[in-house]
């Protein structure tokens, strides 16, 4: 759940552009007016010039897990947790997730009945945002936007991690939150009032980078945490950063494996 944006005051932001290249080309077949979009960003994609512009502290440091053992993992960190692996059953993937290789993970992305949101252009740099921290779990999403008219049932695809963005969808028990992520559906949900709050960030990428790497954390298994400085805590705060646990990168490498069809992928973009 989220429910209200954290603060975040540096102006540098990151553009990496080699990461929108597969992203571009998928838009460019659906969408097929984003077409010269796509032709540009392709071409300087083909530069490799993956500029550093984030603040030192989000480029991407991989976190240390090979301390933790999988099967030993805190279940306070755990959002369901007899919902998770079992890695008892299922050591192979426990041993994956142990290890330091890339995880890339499909994410279908809906636009649904939103006011807001409505071309693929208006999320790259928020996706991107997004991976560049996810790199301190060695985890990158692959962000596919699909056709409103394949939009799976709440209770479908639940092995297919999805983001749809809403006008106002409420979670299952009812409420409509600013934004949830739903670890038994596979699904996160981020409803138009997130981005109308009067006082919103200074530095416009994050309001929607955060949201999106935070319930994402969510549908890949974690609870939320009460230090501010991390991704999974809940509420705005001074002291509000990226930063994910090296417990939590493990917990969600494990459901990014076990259950959404993560794979092992040597290449990373940029870092
Ligand atoms: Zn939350």
């Known amino acids: 759940m989220y429910t209200f ?3 975040f005051n540096s102006a540098r932001l990151a553009i990496c552009v080699g990461a929108f290249t ?3 080309l998928f838009v460019s077949a659906v969408f097929g007016k984003e077409q010269n979009l796509s032709t540009n960003v392709a071409t300087v994609a083909t530069t490799k ?3 550093k512009l984030l603040p030192d502290e989000y480029q991407g440091q991989t976190l240390d897990w090979s301390h933790l053992r999988a099967a030993d993992l805190p279940r306070e960190l755990k959002i369901f947790p007899d919902q998770q692996a079992a890695c008892a059953m299922n050591t192979a993937i426990c041993s994956e997730a142990e290890s ?3 995880i890339a993970v499909d994410v279908d992305v809906f636009f649904k009945d939103s ?8 999320l790259q740099p928020y996706m991107e945002l997004v991976n560049r921290y996810y790199q301190q779990a060695r985890i990158t999403f692959n962000f596919r936007f699909r056709p409103i ?4 049932a709440w209770t479908e695809n639940r092995n297919q991690l999805s983001i749809i963005f809403a006008a106002a969808m409420p979670a299952p028990a009812g409420k409509v939150a600013d934004a949830f992520g739903n670890l038994p559906a596979g699904k996160a949900v981020f409803n138009d009032v997130l981005m109308n709050r009067p006082d919103r960030h200074a530095n416009p990428y994050f309001l929607m980078g955060k949201p999106l790497g935070h319930e994402l954390g969510h549908v890949l298994g974690l609870a939320h945490t009460q230090d501010k400085a991390l991704l999974m805590t809940q509420g705005t705060s001074p002291q509000n950063a990226l930063d994910i646990l090296p417990e939590q990168a493990l917990i969600m490498r494990i459901m990014a494996l076990q259950r959404f069809g993560g794979r092992l992928d040597p290449v990373i973009a940029c870092h």
Do not use: D, R, Y
């Not at 006011?115 to 208006?122: D, G, L, V, Y």
């Not at 008219?149 to 799976?152: F, Q, R, V």
């Open 5 to 7: 944006p954290h603060s």
């Open 100 to 102: 330091t290789k890339i």
């Open 115 to 122: 006011a807001i949101w409505s071309k693929p252009e208006q």
């Open 149 to 152: 008219g394949e939009l799976p």
């Open 49 to 51: 010039n993956c500029s």
């Open 22 to 24: 597969s992203l571009l």
